[in-house]
């Protein structure tokens, strides 16, 4: 149940990353922003709980790793959009959870190997890097993108124990946190008939709203099929066959 309220609350933070960049689509006659300020307060109760449950996301007491946190979910949105045109360049800025500022550093540490040429990069490689970039930067990322990435990593440093400061806040009990969960999946799914209904002519922006804001499902690993043993049928019916002829 702990893992189950986790991947949900990944998808209410990535739904509302999506929703707030993107909150110039939103029709200004509908309750978007409603409900995507509805979803913010509920998201906020529980990272707030996390003294009680396995912690959701990076909490938002450090500044600096929710600002990078933010923008590598938005460069993740944009490999996605940008997949429909080159299969698999999101394979490369996989946008993984976050549950601790470490986790945000080493996603960061990745996007930038994927951009930055490296001294033993061949010509080709250094063009692809810089041809990565170029898709960013096309898609309203700064043309600084990969500076500011290494400045901000610059200015977080060592993070390894910020996650673990506030611990005094409230606890909330199971029954308090599943109700939260069942109000954030309807705010969710009232963002979701918004978008569906705004993108219906916009396939990419569709996809990554539905990236965003989709539920990861637990990782099952299937029993391995046992291997036909030998009965022995086939070999006699056939040794009978011979007798016969």
């Not at 045109?85 to 540490?109: C, E, I, K, Q, S």
Request: aromatic share 6%; charged share 15%.
């Amino acid at each position: 149940m702990e893992n189950k309220i986790i991947r949900e609350c990944v998808s209410f933070d990535h739904s509302l990353v999506f929703a707030n960049a993107n909150s110039a689509d939103i029709p200004a006659t509908s309750k978007g922003a409603l409900y995507a300020g509805n979803l913010t307060g509920i998201y906020a109760q529980l990272v707030n709980a996390r003294a009680a449950q396995k912690p959701v996301t990076v909490a938002a007491q450090n500044a600096l790793i929710l600002a990078m946190e933010t923008k590598l979910d938005n460069m993740a949105t944009i490999a996605i959009a940008y997949a429909a045109d080159v299969p698999g360049f999101n394979d490369l800025f996989l946008r993984p959870a976050h549950y601790t500022p470490g986790d945000v550093v080493r996603t960061a540490n990745i996007y930038l190997a994927a951009l930055v040429p490296a001294e033993t990069d061949d010509a080709a490689t250094v063009a692809a890097k810089a041809a990565r970039v170029q898709v960013f930067v096309d898609h309203a990322m700064p043309a600084t993108l990969v500076a500011d990435l290494q400045a901000q990593l610059k200015a977080i440093g060592a993070v390894s124990g910020t996650h673990e400061q506030s611990r005094e806040k409230g606890v909330l009990s199971t029954e308090e946190i599943n109700v939260l969960m069942r109000e954030g999946r309807k705010q969710r799914n009232y963002l979701s008939a918004i978008f569906q209904t705004v993108y219906a002519n916009n396939p990419q922006k569709l996809a990554a709203w539905m990236s965003a804001s989709h539920v990861e499902h637990a990782s099952h690993h299937a029993a391995a099929t046992p291997a036909p043993t030998s009965t022995g049928t086939t070999t006699t019916t056939k040794a009978a066959e011979a007798t016969t002829k």
